[in-house]
């Protein structure tokens, strides 16, 4: 096991966000958290990534506890984060966001300048863009890029198919396809069963930041009532 959390509870101020939250994610798997808005997704990753801390619970990553780590701690140790924000720095060109990701990460490994851009052409193509002029879906693709230059061992998604073009979202799923055929673990946060589906092998349903449901990502697909109650909007 790469990543387990145990009865997690994240706050917000006084706000009760994530309600003892227990999952797991096996070394070379994708796994989904699946959910509407507001169900405490993102609030999970961010609670694995060390930027909003549990106040109580366990995280563990490859078998040594998290607590009290900062994010650029456990990020040396072999986790990256893509946000739903992204935070690619919009005044630096695509080449010098992915350069900067290489010279602050202390990790090496498969992942090269390169071989990011040989897996997402466009990135080549926009080398001397600045961030603030490339497109949403651009974005998304530099920015998983750019987790990728740190060469982790596990990458933490944060809705990596919203607001992208049907086509688009294709292309990301073949990207996820490649990544993991190179030792990456993956947790991805996202509404879109159907982009899932195509990418996961397990996927966890939450509910009022509380996981609800967990399955094979074709037994949540199949599951009628599950689908229609945690997840049709």
Request: charged share 25%.
């Amino acid at each position: 096991m790469l990543l387990d959390l145990a009865e997690v509870n994240t706050y917000y101020g006084t706000s009760h966000i994530l309600q003892d939250v227990t999952l797991e994610v096996d070394r070379g798997e994708v796994v989904a958290l699946l959910g509407r808005n507001g169900v405490g997704k993102t609030t999970t990753l961010r609670s694995i990534m060390g930027l909003t801390p549990p106040a109580s619970g366990t995280i563990g990553f490859d078998g040594r506890p998290t607590q009290g780590l900062k994010a650029f701690a456990l990020a040396r140790l072999g986790l990256a984060y893509m946000p739903d924000d992204l935070r690619i720095f919009t005044d630096l060109t695509c080449r010098e966001n992915l350069e900067i990701a290489r010279r602050l990460s202390r990790r090496s490994g498969y992942w090269t300048l390169e071989r990011v851009e040989e897996l997402f052409p466009v990135l080549r193509e926009r080398r001397r863009q600045k961030g603030l002029n490339m497109s949403g879906g651009e974005k998304k693709m530099l920015s998983l890029g750019r987790a990728l230059m740190a060469n982790p061992e596990l990458i933490l998604l944060d809705e990596p198919s919203e607001g992208l073009a049907p086509l688009i979202v294709l292309a990301l799923a073949e990207a996820i396809d490649t990544i993991r055929e190179h030792d990456i673990t993956i947790l991805l946060a996202d509404q879109n069963l159907k982009f899932c589906r195509k990418v996961c092998d397990r996927g966890y349903i939450m509910e009022k930041g509380r996981i609800v449901f967990g399955d094979t990502m074709e037994g949540i697909w199949t599951n009628e009532e599950i689908v229609k109650k945690y997840l049709a909007v």
